[in-house]
């Protein structure tokens, strides 16, 4: 996201207060994900009450109507949309950028060694986390 706002001309500020835009990419992994979600919102508000606020990644996408309804929160921008933000905050149109992630998605096959003597099971990773907060 970062490099797309550079690439249009924005560039970082040395502070949340000294921002026009701020962009918060959120998790909603547990309730203590959006809570942590709802305080930085809350915080980026306080510290600069006229930037302009864009809550994006999963909080977005999973809470849009609630996160477009905190005080100070300008666009909400889910994963879908994530890659257009430039575009989004220059454009300054819709407030609420969340497309369908529900639809359902083949996955290749993972191979997995056999297992032969029957007192273990073979480990298979379902999902990974993220880090992008």
């Given at each position: 996201m970062r490099g797309a706002l550079e690439a249009a001309g924005y560039?970082?500020?040395?502070?949340?207060?000294?921002?026009?835009?701020?962009?918060?990419?959120?998790?909603?992994?547990?309730?203590?994900?959006?809570?942590?979600?709802?305080?930085?919102?809350?915080?980026?508000?306080?510290?600069?009450p006229n930037a302009r606020i864009v809550v994006a990644g999963c909080f977005a996408q999973r809470a849009p109507e609630e996160a477009a309804r905190l005080e100070g929160v300008t666009w909400?921008?889910?994963?879908?949309?994530?890659?257009?933000?430039?575009?989004?905050?220059?454009?300054?149109?819709?407030?609420?950028?969340?497309?369908?992630?529900s639809a359902e998605r083949t996955f290749a096959g993972v191979p997995a060694a056999p297992v032969s003597d029957g007192r273990t099971r073979p480990n298979l990773k379902v999902q990974d986390g993220c880090d992008c907060r």
């Amino acid at each position: 996201m970062r490099g797309a706002l550079e690439a249009a001309g924005y560039e970082a500020a040395a502070s949340r207060a000294d921002a026009g835009l701020v962009v918060l990419n959120t998790c909603t992994v547990t309730a203590d994900a959006d809570a942590d979600a709802r305080q930085a919102i809350y915080r980026a508000r306080r510290e600069n009450p006229n930037a302009r606020i864009v809550v994006a990644g999963c909080f977005a996408q999973r809470a849009p109507e609630e996160a477009a309804r905190l005080e100070g929160v300008t666009w909400v921008v889910g994963n879908t949309h994530k890659h257009m933000l430039a575009e989004i905050v220059q454009s300054e149109t819709e407030r609420i950028l969340v497309g369908d992630i529900s639809a359902e998605r083949t996955f290749a096959g993972v191979p997995a060694a056999p297992v032969s003597d029957g007192r273990t099971r073979p480990n298979l990773k379902v999902q990974d986390g993220c880090d992008c907060r």
